[in-house]
């Protein structure tokens, strides 16, 4: 009975307090401490970047212009006299030299007008002859008072007038000569013939077609550029022999530089009132004519150089809202996002003029993974073999090669790798 009624008296108990051992109560306050520390956050990881240390040597600054290529001497090539086209000696396109024979015309009535002036020159000097002769009679018997001094006039007048009318005579021989020589059109220049404007049996002449064709000489040529007025003055005071001095370098439509350079040959007489520009010639050397009139590229000049400029990859500088951002990392492995200031590119580098300084080491690869205060843990640049090395000497840098595409996709290939290797870890 007492047995029963402790247990009775022990629900009681449970059911009044609901109380527990302490043993109890250690056991659960343990398991509450394991289930927090498994819900805790783990600190993550810093993310990896590749950091290279920032570029230091001199660079030259470029300018360029927009330009329009043309023939050293442009000429177009005319009918002097009027008749019917009968034959084309030259292949349009062709390379022509001076004197060759491009266009005839029909010769024939050229021909009979310089037969009518031979006829008409040797007429006339029949007449000159036999004036000569009287004049040579009448002058001894004048000394003798023979004859009157009036007769003696007019043999010398007679005389004189003769020999003009040869002249004259002679004059239209030529003339028809002339005529007859220019039924054969021939090209004044060496160089490329182009289309012809006139067809075979077409009448042309001073009142006719305007041109036939046009032969332009290509090597060298010439690039016209519009320089600023600005510019023109700036080259103005540092004098012409230095401007003439300056090489520059062509750069085609597709991209690809040209590989011989040209120098400044002269510029127009004026400014262009309605651009504030004057035209500029640059003169090129083409052999085998390859580069032809009416083609654009760009001229560009070295006109400057940069001392000590600090460069960086393209890829290492962001563009917020206007602002160029470069992430630097310390000697703590702590990123900090700067504003920079940008100037010219130098093939895949950005000259930075403000922000950065030398010796420190920016974000090339990860930039976008960089939080300002952040820890991040830096690797080498995988494609700073691609880059320009400076020398060990500040401002001493020597002239590297520009990077060949070969050698990008080298750089390229270990970016590619690690891509996979960087999606595991996350």
């Known amino acids: 009975m007492l047995s029963i009624g402790g247990k009775h008296h022990s629900k009681i108990s449970m059911r009044d307090g609901f109380r527990l051992s302490p043993r109890w109560m250690v056991i659960i306050l343990l398991l509450f401490v394991a289930m927090g520390c498994s819900k805790a956050p783990q600190e993550a990881a810093p993310p990896a970047v590749e950091v290279m240390t920032v570029i230091q040597k001199d660079v030259p600054v470029y300018n360029e212009w927009i330009g329009t290529l043309d023939g050293l001497v442009n000429a177009t090539i005319r009918a002097q006299v009027q008749g019917y086209l009968i034959k084309q000696n030259y292949k349009e ?4 030299k001076t004197g060759q ?11 009979a007008t310089l037969d009518q002036a031979r006829g008409e020159l040797e007429a006339q000097q029949a007449r000159w002859t036999t004036a000569k002769a009287n004049l040579a009679r009448i002058k001894p018997l004048a000394e003798q008072n023979a004859v009157s001094k009036k007769d003696l006039d007019d043999s010398i007048g007679t005389e004189q007038s003769a020999r003009a009318a040869v002249l004259s005579a002679q004059a239209k021989v030529d003339k028809a000569q002339l005529d007859l020589g220019f039924t054969k059109v021939s090209s004044p220049v060496d160089g490329i013939a182009g289309l012809a404007k006139a067809q075979i049996g077409n009448l042309v002449g001073p ?27 700036t080259a103005g005071r540092a004098g012409e022999r230095r401007a003439e001095r300056l090489q520059g370098e062509l750069i085609l439509a597709d991209g690809s530089v040209y590989p011989y350079k040209g120098s400044f040959a002269f510029a127009d007489r004026q400014v262009d009132v309605k651009t504030g520009t004057i035209k500029v010639a640059v003169i090129f050397p083409n052999p085998g ?8 590229g760009k001229v560009r ?3 400057s150089v940069r001392k000590d400029a600090l460069l960086v990859p393209q890829r290492a500088v962001a563009e917020v809202q206007g602002k160029y951002m470069v992430a630097v990392v310390g000697a703590d492995n702590k990123a900090d996002i700067r504003p920079v200031k940008t100037a010219e590119r130098v093939d895949s580098l ?5 922000g950065l300084k030398p010796g420190e080491k920016i974000v090339v690869e990860g930039i976008q993974k960089v939080r300002p205060g952040m ?6 640049f995988e494609g700073a073999a691609a880059q320009p090395k400076a020398d060990a000497k500040q401002g001493e840098a020597k002239p590297t090669a520009k990077p060949e595409g070969k050698a990008e996709e080298k750089a390229a290939e270990p970016q590619k790798s690690a891509e996979p290797a960087r999606a595991e870890k996350r």
Do not use: C, H
């Open 301 to 303: 000049v070295a006109t």
């Open 207 to 233: 009142g006719g077609m305007e041109e036939l064709t046009t032969v332009s000489t290509l090597n060298p040529i010439k690039v016209y550029i519009q320089v600023s007025e600005q510019e023109y003055l």
């Open 375 to 380: 820890t991040v843990n830096p690797k080498p």
């Open 101 to 111: 024979v491009l266009f005839e015309i029909d010769p024939r009535t050229f021909q």
């Open 350 to 354: 950005w000259v930075i003029l403000e």
């Open 93 to 96: 396109g062709d390379f022509v």
């Open 289 to 296: 004519n390859f580069l032809r009139p009416g083609q654009y």
